[in-house]
C-alpha cells in the first residue's frame, strides 16, 4: 500500500510537470514585447462566406504592432498595422475580392476591436451589426 502511495505521489508531479509545461500562460496571447511574434489559428465567419487561415502577428516596436492573416492556402488575405497609441488600424495590403470601401472600413474597425479583445485575454468577438464572428486560438506549431 505504502509503494502505491508512492507510485501515485511521483504520477502526479510528473503529470503537473507536463501541465505546466503545456498551459499556456494568459499574457501572451498578445504580442507584449518589442521582436515578440505570435501565430494564431482564425476563423472569419460572414453570413455569406467564410474565411480560415492564420493571423500572424509581430511588434517591432513599443506601440506598434503589424499584423498578416494568410488563408490555408498560404495566399496574403490582408496586412496591417496597428497603432496602440493613437488606437488606429491602417490596412496596408489587401486582396482584391475584399479591396471595397465599405469591406475595408468594416476590417478596420472590427480589427480595432478583436485586437483590444486579445489583449483582454479573449478569442472571439463578433460584429453583431454585420453579423461577423472573428474566433482566434493561439497555433500550437512551432516557430
Given amino acids: 500500500m505504502h509503494r502505491y502511495l ?3 505521489n511521483i504520477l502526479l508531479a510528473v503529470l ?6 503545456n498551459a499556456i500562460p494568459p499574457d501572451t496571447t498578445y504580442p507584449d514585447s518589442v521582436d515578440s511574434r505570435l501565430r494564431y489559428e482564425m476563423v472569419i ?5 467564410y474565411l480560415s487561415g492564420m493571423l ?3 511588434r517591432p516596436a513599443e506601440g506598434i504592432v503589424n499584423g498578416s492573416i494568410i488563408n490555408e492556402f498560404g495566399l496574403s488575405l490582408m496586412d496591417f498595422r496597428y497603432d496602440e497609441v493613437k488606437d488606429k488600424v491602417k490596412i496596408i ?3 482584391d ?27 472571439q468577438y463578433t460584429n453583431t451589426k ?10 500550437h506549431e512551432a516557430n
Fill in 6 to 8: 508512492k507510485l501515485i
Fill in 45 to 49: 465567419e460572414m453570413p455569406k462566406a
Fill in 16 to 21: 503537473a510537470m507536463g501541465l505546466k509545461l
Fill in 130 to 139: 454585420r453579423k461577423i464572428n472573428y474566433t482566434f486560438r493561439l497555433s
Fill in 93 to 95: 495590403n489587401i486582396t
Fill in 97 to 123: 475580392k475584399l479591396n471595397k470601401w465599405y469591406i475595408r472600413r468594416t476590417l478596420r474597425s472590427d480589427l480595432k476591436k478583436v485586437l483590444n479583445a486579445m489583449k483582454a485575454g479573449a478569442q
Fill in 56 to 58: 500572424i502577428m509581430h
